[in-house]
């Protein structure tokens, strides 16, 4: 179903289309391809809407720390909006003090994408197109791009990316969705369990900027390879959670890049029993505790969206890759396709 949500300041329809197949509802607004909610039963099948969003479009302009929101053209940091690329030095759009985030002060998540809605066999979902002009947010190239939401006949949410460019850039496209499975305006995630494929994550500055190390997991609040309860070590005096307020690093996934999607994270509720899995083809997961969520943003629910009411588990490349060669490459070329997969299955 497609409905008219609001209107931006200058006079751009905005629309939500809501789907519902195996189980899951879905609604997506043409506004940054967000996703405003996702809801899922319990056990006993009760439905919950499990992510954060608003009631209007106006909230989403002025106020949203990226709720449900597509972000590039660069996803997470780069540090002081620079890279150089093939000997070309580039200056980004810098919106996270001295920093680069989630594509710049208008990245694809303020973007208003076209829209348009298939069904294939048992499946159904949305095809979102968007072309990012050459210099936009100081980014090289036209970059054409592709994100597929699928809804399977089991209920999964599968995000399939696609990019090409007409000149070399650097491409991270990531779904920024605020995850609660106990419900939208249930409170704290602290209790949820989570668990990461991951042995080595990548410690930040006091900027939240990577500092190359691929630090081993083992010992520290960042070990999450046997599943733990989000707040189990969240108030550690480790520095790396005093810069962050909390968690807000990248985990370097086993696995690393892979053709298809392999299975990264669970996240469950042990309240009402609902659980998430998330596979994905990318190299990296970032994982954000809600740290900056400060009582001032009134959700879908009506209540306020306090420290720790959400946490974010955004599948991606790595923070400032264009600057660490070492790190798996973000460089897209003329003539090849950006290509990535991420699938969320839930349960109860």
Same mark, same amino acid.
């Given at each position: ?18 789907? $519902? ?92 994408? $076209? ?68 419900? $939208? ?7 949820? $369990? /989570? ?18 190390? /691929? ?134």
């Amino acid at each position: 179903m497609k409905e008219l949500f609001g209107k931006l300041a200058d006079g751009t329809e905005i629309h939500r289309w809501s789907l $519902e197949n195996g189980g899951t509802r879905l609604k997506v607004l043409s506004y940054g391809g967000i996703v405003q909610s996702l809801e899922i039963p319990d056990g006993e099948g009760r439905y919950a809407n499990v992510c954060l969003g608003f009631d209007t479009i106006e909230d989403y302009v002025t106020a949203s720390p990226y709720f449900g929101a597509l972000v590039g053209r660069y996803g997470n940091r780069i540090g002081k909006g620079r890279f150089t690329l093939d000997g070309t030095a580039y200056q980004l759009s810098v919106n996270d003090g001295e920093n680069s985030l989630h594509g710049g002060s208008e990245g694809f998540d303020k973007a208003v994408w $076209e829209v348009e809605p298939f069904t294939q066999g048992p499946d159904i979902g949305l095809v979102l197109q968007h072309t990012s002009a050459d210099g936009e947010m100081g980014f090289p190239g036209t970059l054409r791009t592709k994100v597929t939401y699928t809804l399977t006949e089991h209920g999964d949410w599968r995000v399939d990316y696609e990019a090409t460019t007409d000149k070399v850039t650097v491409v991270n496209l990531t779904s920024h969705v605020y995850w609660n499975l106990a419900g $939208e305006s249930s409170g704290s995630v602290n209790g949820h $369990e /989570l668990e990461i494929a991951a042995a080595r994550y990548t410690p930040v500055d006091s900027g939240l900027i990577p500092t190359g190390e /691929l630090a081993d997991v083992a010992g520290t609040p960042f070990d999450f390879r046997a599943a733990k309860a989000v707040g189990a070590d969240l108030r550690v005096a480790h520095q790396q959670l005093l810069y962050a307020k909390g968690f807000d690093h990248n985990w370097v996934l086993d696995k690393g890049v892979t053709a298809e999607p392999q299975h990264v994270a669970t996240l469950k509720d042990p309240s009402s029993g609902r659980t998430l899995r998330i596979a994905t083809t990318e190299p990296g997961l970032q994982f954000y505790s809600g740290n900056f969520l400060d009582g001032t943003l009134v959700g879908t629910g009506g209540a306020v969206h306090r420290q720790g009411d959400a946490l974010c588990l955004e599948t991606q490349h790595h923070p400032d890759s264009p600057n660490r060669p070492d790190f798996p490459s973000t460089v897209l070329r003329p003539g090849r396709t950006y290509r990535t997969t991420t699938i969320h299955s839930f349960d109860a």
